[in-house]
């Protein structure tokens, strides 16, 4: 019988009729030269959304991209770490699609380095008691700036961002305590920053962050916004008035986790939680204490058909600027597979 050594290939197609479709291609090769497990990938996309009026069309936004990347194992400093680096190139399409007050029409390009460094020592994926995940992440896009003449001021935002320019960092860690018996302690932290090389520039509308809810990605996910959920809150809720997401953000979680069943073909477990955090426009405005609050409780139940399927009640204390008097307090929240962030 003829056998491969692991390739996958993925082919994903998703539609909300007109209004949205976003198809994929993903080839891996995990023991790329055939000795060491050494992961390397190609993913091709293609993303369209539309505003409709009635039966027409009025504006559109089309994100295609290509990524190559190439992930390994490490020795050092033990076996637990794992390294992974990527260059990845977008084009933003706008066709009368408003992004910001004065960003509506051209094409903008994105072309970044992304390196992660990552170390994973739990000792269960679906019901950890031990162990930690810390993961170190940067991306970087060629520093265009320099090259260009100083007259900033006199471009307009479209041109000055037809060559999207960043450098951004992220930090995510997740520990796991037990404390008695199966009863575990689950704590995270959450870091993220979106800088520029010129000072005489600001960050663009592309790859910012963006809080609240239940932390899917969802249509955002096009401008490259990182969705990072924050329970007792509506989803995007915690976001800078009149922008498309903040440039610096943190997020602080605490739980308790106790499973009613650990059987592998149908884990179910309960959790409390209580968790903070904030979005800000800008680096002046950044306190690393200044959050939004919320506690509350919810189940997990893992199997095999469906993944990890879970339900919270959340209330979040505090208001939202901006966001309206029900962006806060009594909130549902459902998720699918394991939240990074």
């Not at 039966?55 to 992930?71: F, N, R, Y």
């Not at 899917?216 to 996910?221: D, P, S, V």
Request: glycine content about 10%; overall charge neutral.
């Amino acid at each position: 019988m003829p056998s491969g050594d692991g390739q996958r290939l993925a082919l994903r197609v998703q539609a909300n009729g007109r209004r949205f479709q976003t198809y994929s291609f993903t080839f891996t090769e995990p023991w790329l030269g055939g000795r060491k497990p050494n992961a390397f990938s190609v993913n091709l996309s293609h993303s369209v959304q539309r505003q409709i009026l009635g039966t027409e069309t009025i504006g559109s936004l089309q994100v295609t991209g290509l990524t190559l990347s190439l992930g390994r194992r490490l020795t050092w400093p033990d076996n637990f770490f794992t390294l992974s680096n990527s260059i990845t190139y977008q084009r933003y399409s706008l066709d009368n699609f408003p992004i910001t007050n004065t960003l509506r029409d051209g094409q903008y390009q994105n072309l970044f380095f992304n390196t992660t460094i990552a170390r994973n020592s739990i000792d269960n994926p679906t019901f950890p008691r031990s162990g930690s995940q810390l993961s170190l992440s940067l991306s970087l896009t060629p520093p265009y700036s320099i090259f260009r003449e100083e007259s900033f001021n006199a471009e307009t935002e479209a041109e000055r961002l037809r060559y999207i320019e960043y450098h951004k960092w992220m930090f995510d860690s997740s520990w796991f305590t037990r404390l008695v018996g199966n009863l575990v302690l689950h704590t995270r932290a959450h870091i993220g920053y979106l800088g520029v090389y010129n000072r005489a520039l600001t960050a663009g509308p592309f790859e910012r962050y963006v809080l609240g809810g239940d932390g899917l990605t969802g249509q955002n996910f096009l401008l490259g916004l990182d969705i990072v959920g924050l329970r007792g809150y509506e989803n995007n809720a915690i976001t800078p008035v009149g922008l498309s997401g903040g440039v610096v953000y943190n997020k602080f979680v605490m739980e308790l986790r106790y499973p009613l069943s650990l059987n592998p073909s149908a884990t179910i477990f309960m959790l409390g939680f209580f968790e903070a955090g904030n979005n800000f426009a800008n680096y002046a405005e950044y306190s690393p204490f200044d959050l939004k609050r919320s506690a509350g409780f919810g189940a997990r139940i893992f199997m095999p058909a469906f993944g990890l399927i879970g339900l919270d009640w959340g209330y979040g204390f505090d208001p939202v600027i901006g966001a309206g008097p029900d962006a806060s307090g009594s909130q549902f929240h459902f998720t699918i597979g394991q939240q990074i962030r």
